[in-house]
């Protein structure tokens, strides 16, 4: 089945607007109401722009007392949704922090041993140098 089949099955009011999302051509159906606003492509999620149909003014749009108060109840819960969705990920990003920080301190301790090691093996090269020429110096006064 594909997006138009989609909008078929869906009754489709002479005051709908019928539109495509342009992110992925999706087709949508929207009351009148939401002519202008901005609102979520139901396949995609990109937000996008309702379009205003031609002859139609934002003014003409007649919303009584009981939908203003839907609304902005809606939005209210949309915004306590959000308000969620932000202090959780507030709260991921100061335990990412925290795990950065203590990646930094191994790779500091990690970068210590190594400069310790390389050290070492520096020391060990000079003393295998040090017993080659003794050899050597041995070696030439038999």
């Keep these: 089945m594909d997006d138009k089949d989609d909008v078929q099955d869906v009754e489709i009011m ?11 051509n999706h087709n949508l159906v ?18 996008i722009q309702v379009p205003i149909p031609d002859g139609m003014h934002l003014e003409d749009l007649d919303c009584d007392p009981g939908e203003l108060l839907q609304q902005l109840l809606q ?3 949309m915004l306590v949704k959000a308000e969620l969705a932000a202090q959780q990920l507030g ?8 795990q950065v920080a203590e990646y930094r301190k191994t790779l500091h301790s990690v970068k210590a ?3 310790t090691m390389q050290e070492a093996a520096d020391l060990a090269d000079t003393a295998r140098k040090d017993i080659i020429t003794l050899i050597d110096a041995a ?4």
Excluded: H
Aim: net charge neutral; proline share 6%.
């Design 113 to 115: 041993r190594m400069e």
């Design 139 to 142: 070696g030439s006064a038999k």
């Design 75 to 77: 939005t209210r819960r």
């Design 14 to 24: 002479p005051t709908d607007i019928v539109f495509d999302c342009p992110n992925c």
């Design 30 to 47: 929207v009351d009148y109401r939401a002519a202008g606003l901005q609102v979520p492509c139901s396949q995609c999620g990109t937000i």
């Design 91 to 98: 709260e991921k990003i100061v335990e990412m922090t925290q």
